[in-house]
């Protein structure tokens, strides 16, 4: 994760949200679990302690959005979305045709065909795949 972080730092390019802290993050998790979708993963948890989601050139990860007004909003975002709710999966992020999701229940991160919710790709961890969404060279 710290790989990431440096590597999100010596970008010159995308929007990221403020840091946020543990108050706002288990609001998050308890309005996650009460619409039925899994709970953040602590690498994810971890990220946003340092950047509040990233946006750059029709890439995202979501973040949190404590005042409900701003787009790409974690709990908004996939409240929206047409996800199969026997997948049980949490969207984490998006470009315009895919989505990068954590699925609980293998402990993997997935990449998603938007339109029809097909696993086009597996990470074994948080920063592989927000490196892959954010187009980061590793």
Known sequence: ??????????LDY????????????????SALISCGLPSIPADVIEFLKH???????GRCIFG????????????????MA???????????????????????????????DKSTFMVLHTFKNFPDAARYILQIDD
């Open 1 to 10: 994760m710290k790989r990431l972080l440096a590597q999100i730092n010596t």
């Open 14 to 29: 995308g929007i990221t949200g403020y840091p946020l802290d543990e108050k706002a993050i288990n609001r998050e998790q």
């Open 51 to 57: 950047y509040n989601g990233f946006l750059a050139e």
């Open 64 to 79: 949190i959005d404590i005042n409900k007004h701003s787009l790409y909003d974690l709990l908004a975002e996939n409240i």
């Open 82 to 112: 047409d996800s199969p709710q026997h997948q049980n999966i949490l969207l984490l992020g998006a470009t315009s045709e895919t989505y990068i999701a954590w699925q609980a229940a293998t402990q993997n991160y997935l990449l998603i």
